[in-house]
Structures are given as C-alpha cells and as structure tokens.
T-cell receptor, first 112, second 116 residues
Framework: GDSVTQMEGPVTLSEEAFLTINCTYT??????LFWYVQYPGEGLQLLLKATKADDKGSNKGFEATYRKETTSFHLEKGSVQVSDSAVYFC???????????FGRGTSLIVHP | EPEVTQTPSHQVTQMGQEVILRCVPISNHLYFYWYRQILGQKVEFLVSFYNNEISEKSEIFDDQFSVERPDGSNFTLKIRSTKLEDSAMYFC??????????????FGPGTRLTVL
C-alpha cells in the first residue's frame, strides 16, 4: 500500500538557519503530495501541496518540489524563525482515494 | 477565511461512557472525515462521509464508533463505550468545495479526548 517516510526528529536549528525535512513516498500511479503543519496546541494546517511531477508547492517561505524520479517531496526553507517551531507532516493521496496517508511527523524546534 | 470548527476542545470521560465529538465543516464542502492522533504518533484515518453515508472507513472504525450529520451544518463522531486506548486527539476535516478539489482537506483544531 501507499506509504510516506519522513526523517526522524526533532530537528533543532538556530534562527535564520536553512531547513530541510526529508520526505519520500511509495505509491502507485501519480499521487498528490502535501505538507501539513501542526503548531503547538493546534490542529493540522495545509502548508503546501503539489499535484504532479516537477510541480513546486510554496507558502510562507517554505517550498517543496514533487520529484517523481526520486519519489521525494522534501520541505525546505531558506531562513527559519522561532515561530516556525511545529510538527510537520508529509502526506499523499491518490489511487482514486482522497484519504491522505500521513508520515509520522517531524518536530522542528527553532532557537533564537 | 472559512474554517472547520470542533467542540469541545477537550473532553474528559470515564471508561465505558459514551462521548459525542462535534464538528462544523466548511459550509459548501461535501466530504467529511474523522482522524485521530494518539499522543506522539501518526495521524490515522477513521472514516469518510459523503452524501449522508460512510464512503470509507479504516479497521480502527469498529462498531463502537458511529458518525452522523444530524442537520445541514454539524458532523458528529460518537464513541459508544470509551476505552482507555481511545484517548487521543480527534480531528475533523472537510473537502470538496466549489473552489477546491476534493483532494485538499481542511482540518479543524481537534478535540482532545481523555478517557480515565
């Protein structure tokens, strides 16, 4: 079945550092790919998405590119802020189902 | 911006009691979902609902669980006889509005259920 693998956290960075959170997937066909963010005490928010190969999703300075050849959708940000501290979930949906399959989540901690 | 709302934000109950978690999806959405997240673990799909019936459910969604859309705005999840292992954060989501595709789900803030 479909699956999503994310790098284990927590990822701890200083403010203004470069962020990469790795995500790879296994799926049949051409899934849509998502990054969700969960701030402390809040629910999941859609951060960005890409629906076909080579698409780049971007939002709030974050971006991720749908790489079919490497089955990856890594999340990047050039300069993180303390307010970016949250748990980030990679997810996919496809194969005729709109039910997303989530990764385990990666906790990001940004220090001032 | 329209959003999914959930009540209560935190529910504490005794084992064996029934609980009803409530959600108000985004008003023009057609598809509704419940997920749960046990503390520190991944988000797990429970059930999806479309056109007043369950369209998909996971193996977690057994006979203890039921969903209902009692009116035009609310979407509820009932757990008939709670167990300790039902303690989790429960998220409602909706999708399928006029502007968005059915593959983008919008999540509520969650209800934290604690079973004692």
């Amino acid at each position: 079945g479909d699956s999503v693998t994310q790098m284990e956290g927590p990822v701890t960075l200083s403010e203004e550092a470069f962020l990469t959170i790795n995500c790879t997937y296994t799926a049949t066909g051409y899934p849509s790919l998502f990054w969700y963010v969960q701030y402390p005490g809040e629910g999941l928010q859609l951060l960005l998405k890409a629906t076909k190969a080579d698409d780049k999703g971007s939002n709030k300075g974050f971006e991720a590119t749908y790489r079919k050849e490497t089955t990856s959708f890594h999340l990047e940000k050039g300069s993180v802020q303390v307010s970016d501290s949250a748990v980030y979930f990679c997810a996919l949906s496809g194969g005729g189902s709109y039910i997303p399959t989530f990764g385990r989540g990666t906790s990001l901690i940004v220090h001032p | 911006e329209p959003e999914v709302t959930q009540t209560p934000s935190h529910q504490v109950t005794q084992m064996g009691q029934e609980v009803i978690l409530r959600c108000v999806p985004i008003s023009n959405h057609l598809y509704f979902y419940w997920y749960r997240q046990i503390l520190g673990q991944k988000v797990e799909f429970l059930v999806s609902f479309y056109n007043n019936e369950i369209s998909e459910k996971s193996e977690i969604f057994d006979d203890q669980f039921s969903v209902e859309r009692p009116d035009g705005s609310n979407f509820t999840l009932k757990i008939r006889s709670t167990k300790l292992e039902d303690s989790a954060m429960y998220f409602c989501a909706s999708s399928g509005g006029l502007a968005g595709g059915t593959d983008t789900q919008y999540f509520g803030p969650g209800t934290r259920l604690t079973v004692l």
